[in-house]
C-alpha cells in the first residue's frame, strides 16, 4: 500500500456522499498540511450530483472500481454490503457517518457516527470548531448535499445543529435564498425524461441485512408526483426483477412527494403483511401511499432491524 487515503462513500454514490468525501479530504490535507487525502466514488454519479460539481466549479472525483489493498476512509455509510468492491480487504483507516451502526473490523479505528441529517454537516462542524471557513464553492458544495438529504429541512433525520450549518453554509457560499435554491436541486433530481426505469430505481438504493433477510430500500424524491404516476407499472416491474434475481426477501422504492410532504410505497416481498404492518400501511396491489412519510434512514429502515 502506498500512503494514499482514499476517501470513499457507498455504491450507487448520491450527492452527500460524494461531496463529504470532497469536502473531508479538503479538511483533512489542510489541517494536516498534506495532499495524501483523495476523494473517491465507487460508480456512477446521479444527475444532481453532477449539477452540484459543476455549479461550484469541482471535478468528479476518481472513479475506482475496486479498494482493495488501498488505504480508505468511509463516508456516508459503514455498512460492507453497500460499501465499494473490494473494501473488506482494504485498509480502513476511519468511519465518518450519519447512519445506523452495522460495523464491524478487527482492529480499533476513528469511527465517527452522529445523529445528525448529512454527513456534509458533520464536516462542515468540523471546519467552524476550528474557526476555519470552507471556500466559497465548498460551502455550496456542502449545503447542497445537507438540503438534499434533509429534504429542505423537511425530513425528520433534520436537527437543530442541521438548520445552524445550512444558514452559516449559505452566507458563505453567497446564497441569499436556501430554500429556493434547495428547490432546483431538486427538479434535478427528480427530472426522469432521460433516465431508464432501472436507473430510477437504482438512483438512491441501499441493501440491508436484516433479521427477516435481505431488503433493497430505494427512494426518489421530487417535487412532482405526477411524472413518477405514470411509470408505477413499469417501476413496480423493475422491483420485481430484482427481488427475484438478487434473491431478496423485500424490495421497496419510496416516491417521496418532497412538496406534499409523502410517499408513494411500491413493494414486492415475500411477507408483504410484515411491511404492511411495520409502516403502518395497506397495500393496494403492491401500492400505497403514507401522509408524513419522508426518511428511509429514520421512519422504514428502523421498523426492520
Request: glycine residues 4%; hydrophobic residues 40%.
Amino acid at each position: 500500500m502506498n500512503d494514499k487515503i482514499y476517501i470513499i462513500g457507498h455504491k450507487t454514490p448520491d450527492l452527500d456522499s460524494v461531496a463529504a468525501a470532497i469536502s473531508y479530504a479538503d479538511f483533512k490535507n489542510n489541517i494536516e498540511e498534506t495532499d495524501k487525502y483523495i476523494p473517491a466514488v465507487p460508480g456512477k454519479m446521479n444527475k444532481e450530483t453532477e449539477y452540484a460539481l459543476e455549479k461550484f466549479k469541482f471535478a468528479k472525483p476518481e472513479e475506482l472500481q475496486s479498494v482493495e489493498n488501498k488505504n480508505i476512509i468511509l463516508v456516508d455509510h459503514n455498512e460492507f454490503s453497500q460499501a465499494a468492491a473490494g473494501a473488506q480487504k482494504a485498509n480502513i483507516i476511519g468511519v465518518l457517518d450519519h447512519h445506523k451502526v452495522d460495523f464491524k473490523y478487527n482492529e480499533p479505528i476513528l469511527f465517527n457516527i452522529k445523529p445528525w441529517g448529512a454527513t456534509c454537516s458533520m464536516i462542515a462542524d468540523m471546519y467552524f470548531k476550528l474557526d476555519l471557513e470552507p471556500g466559497k464553492e465548498l460551502a455550496g458544495l456542502m449545503l447542497s448535499a445537507i438540503l438534499v438529504d434533509t429534504v429542505l429541512t423537511k425530513s425528520p433525520t433534520c436537527t437543530e445543529i442541521d438548520k445552524i450549518i445550512i444558514e452559516k453554509l449559505a452566507d458563505i457560499a453567497e446564497i441569499e435564498d436556501w430554500e429556493k435554491f434547495g428547490l432546483e436541486l431538486f427538479k434535478v433530481r427528480s427530472s426522469v425524461s432521460d433516465l431508464s426505469i432501472a436507473e430510477i430505481v437504482k438512483s438512491d438504493y441501499k441493501d440491508f441485512s436484516f433479521s427477516a433477510g435481505k431488503f433493497g430500500i430505494g427512494q426518489v424524491e421530487t417535487a412532482d408526483l405526477a411524472e413518477f404516476k405514470v411509470k408505477e407499472e413499469e417501476l413496480f416491474k423493475e422491483i420485481k426483477n430484482i427481488k427475484e434475481s438478487g434473491d431478496y426477501h423485500t424490495v421497496i422504492l419510496m416516491i417521496t412527494d418532497i412538496i406534499n410532504e409523502g410517499s408513494w410505497v411500491l413493494a414486492e416481498s415475500k411477507e408483504p403483511e410484515l411491511i404492511e404492518k411495520a409502516l403502518e400501511i395497506k397495500f393496494e396491489n403492491n401500492k400505497a401511499y403514507k401522509k408524513g412519510l419522508l426518511s428511509r434512514k429514520k421512519q422504514v429502515v428502523p421498523k426492520f432491524i
